[in-house]
C-alpha cells in the first residue's frame, strides 16, 4: 500500500478513534507533588531534589488484560521493591481496542490503566505511561516495537495526555527506543523505511515505509491538550545514546514541566562500563537523566551469582543519584528481575536491584 493510501484510511480511522477517545478522568486522591525539571535538575512543586527509582512492569504492550498480573506486579514493584516510579510499556492500538481479541473499543484496557494510575497515586509512587508499541500507520496491523512512532502515535497521545493531564502522578514517555534513523528525523520527521520487524505475515516480515512526526511533534501533541505533566524522552541507538542531546537536539517545552531525556543500558551494546559512563557523565550536568531500561543477567553455572555488569552499573547510579528504571518484573521479559510469579528477585540481577531500592528514603 502506498504512503498516500495509508495517510487517506489513517486519517479516516483516527477520525473515528478521536470520537470515541474518553474524557479526562477524575484526579485520584494523591499526596504526590507536581515534579518539573530545571537545568538538569527533578524537582517538587516545593524545589527539592527528587530522585526516581524503580522498575518496569510489562505486558501491557503485547496483552490487553496485562496477563492479569499487572495490579499485582505494580503492588509488589511499590511495597516489596520500595519503587517510587513504575514505567508501564503502552501499545496505541490496544489502547483504541483495534486489536483482534478487543470487542469492545479499548474501554477495559484503558480502565485497567487507569486502575495502575490510580494505584499508584494512592500509594505515593509515580508512574511512566510509556508508548511502546506502535503500528506504521495502519490500525490494526504492524502492532509492535518499530523504529520510530507514527502518525497514529500522535493520535493516541492526544487522547493519553487528556486522560492524565496533570496528574501529579503521571509522566508521559513519548516513545520506547528510536533507532536506524538520523537526528533530524528523530526531531523533525520524516519517512521511515523497515526492511524487517514491521510485523510477521504468513511467517515473513514485510518491508514497510510510513511517516514519524518526529519528537516534537510527540510533545506537541500533548501539549496541545493542555497537559503540563514531565515528559521522557529517549534518543537513538534503542535509546542508548544521549549525543543529540548536546549537540542541538533537545526538545523545545515552552508550555510545560519539561523533559527527561531516556538512556537505555544494557550490557549487549559492546562498550565497557566505563566507556557508557564517559557518555553518561557528559550528559548528567546539562540535562536530567533517567535510565528507564537497564540489566543483564547469568545463565548457565553462575546463575545464581550476582552479575557483575548489574551489581557496577548499580553502584555508578547509586553514586550519581542517578534516576532509573530497571527492566523488568516479569518472569519472561529478559533480562528478568523476578524468577516466577511469587516475585522471587533473580540472583544475579533481581536482587541486585531490590537491594539497592531497598535503600532509597
Known amino acids: 500500500m502506498s504512503l498516500k493510501n495509508l ?34 535538575l527533578i524537582l517538587d512543586s516545593s524545589g527539592n531534589k527528587v530522585r526516581l527509582c524503580g522498575v518496569n512492569c510489562a505486558a501491557l504492550e503485547w496483552s490487553s488484560d496485562g496477563e492479569g498480573h499487572i495490579l499485582d506486579t505494580v503492588r509488589v514493584a511499590i511495597h516489596d521493591w520500595n519503587s517510587n516510579i513504575v514505567r508501564i ?15 469492545d473499543k479499548g474501554i477495559a484496557y484503558r480502565a485497567l490503566v487507569k486502575q495502575v494510575v490510580d494505584y ?13 508499541w506502535n503500528n506504521c500507520n495502519v490500525w490494526g496491523a504492524n502492532i509492535g516495537q518499530h523504529v520510530m512512532p507514527d ?16 496528574n501529579p502522578a503521571v ?14 528525523i528523530w526531531l523533525k520527521g ?39 505533566n514531565v515528559i521522557i524522552c529517549g534518543g537513538l541507538d534503542w535509546a542508548y545514546d544521549l549525543s543529540g542531546f548536546l549537540k542541538g537536539y533537545q526538545l523545545k517545552d515552552p508550555l510545560g514541566n519539561g523533559v527527561i ?37 547469568n545463565r548457565g553455572t553462575t546463575v545464581n551469582q550476582p552479575n557483575a555488569w548489574v551489581d557496577r552499573v548499580i553502584k555508578e ?7 532509573y528504571t530497571a527492566w523488568d518484573l516479569h518472569p519472561a521479559a529478559g533480562p528478568t528481575l523476578i524468577s516466577d510469579w511469587t516475585y522471587k528477585p533473580t540472583p544475579s540481577f533481581g536482587a541486585l536491584v531490590k537491594a539497592s531500592l531497598a535503600k532509597r528514603k
Open 7 to 40: 495517510s487517506l484510511s489513517t486519517v479516516l480511522l483516527s477520525a473515528a478513534i478521536v470520537i470515541a477517545t474518553p474524557t479526562q478522568s477524575e484526579k485520584p486522591t494523591t499526596q504526590l507533588p507536581q515534579l518539573h525539571t530545571k537545568g538538569n
Open 89 to 103: 510499556p503502552l501499545a496505541q492500538d490496544r489502547w483504541f481496542g483495534v486489536t483482534p481479541e478487543q470487542k
Open 120 to 132: 499508584c497515586a494512592t500509594n505515593r509512587c509515580y508512574v511512566m505511561l510509556d508508548l511502546h
Open 151 to 166: 502518525m497514529n502515535s500522535i493520535t493516541f497521545w492526544r487522547s493519553c495526555a487528556r486522560e492524565y493531564r496533570n
Open 171 to 184: 509522566l508521559f514517555d513519548l516513545y520506547n527506543e528510536p533507532h536506524n534513523t538520523t537526528w533530524d
Open 190 to 228: 520524516g519517512v521511515i523505511s523497515e526492511n524487517n520487524g514491521a510485523g510477521a505475515r504468513q511467517g515473513r516480515f514485510v518491508p514497510v515505509k510510513y511517516q514519524t512526526p518526529g519528537m516534537q511533534a510527540m510533545l506537541d501533541a500533548v501539549r496541545s491538550t493542555g497537559a503540563e
Open 261 to 297: 531525556y531516556a538512556c537505555h543500558a544494557y550490557n549487549n551494546k559492546g562498550e565497557t562500563i566505563d566507556k557508557w559512563l564517559s557518555h553518561l557523565d557528559a550528559a548528567l550536568p546539562h540535562i536530567p537523566v533517567i535510565m528507564s531500561e537497564f540489566g543483564g543477567q
Open 317 to 323: 547510579m547509586d553514586k550519581r543519584n542517578c534516576n
